[in-house]
């Protein structure tokens, strides 16, 4: 299969066949449902030195949003504080338990997106400290 994305190049998708794998190659194509452009930087910047004040500044960028992009960012903050209080490590960690939770398939179809949505967050997390 070939995905053309509005205004980029071809891509070729080469993972599984089911449903679920086109949409989690699709969601991280677009960017990943959940996440905000807005806050890449911000969060850029915060991963660099994970303390209270870098914390801060991305609190005051989070303040500045609007509608669902402000839903979303309170995610964001609450991964900063548990980057700050548990440290950077927290992030993949994290990544790593939501992922075991939507595997085992004991999560509530409720629950499923949510997870998805903060699987995306946590991975604009760890994109900024592996570019560091």
Do not use: C, H, W
Request: glycine residues 12%; proline residues 3%; neutral net charge.
């Amino acid at each position: 299969m070939k995905v053309f994305p509005k205004g980029g190049e071809p891509v070729d998708y080469e993972g599984g066949s089911s449903a679920e794998d086109v949409i989690d190659f699709l969601s991280d194509l677009a960017g990943g449902v959940g996440t905000v452009e807005a806050l890449k930087e911000p969060v850029a910047d915060f991963m660099k030195k994970p303390n209270s004040g870098a914390a801060k500044k991305l609190g005051k960028a989070i303040a500045g949003l609007k509608g669902d992009d402000a839903e979303n960012g309170k995610y964001y903050e609450k991964v900063a504080t548990n980057v700050v209080s548990k440290g950077a490590e927290y992030v993949q960690k994290e990544i790593a338990r939501l992922g075991r939770m939507l595997e085992s398939g004991s999560v509530k179809e409720e629950k499923v997106s949510e997870f998805k949505i903060r699987s995306n967050v946590l991975k604009v997390f760890a994109k900024a400290k592996d570019e560091l």
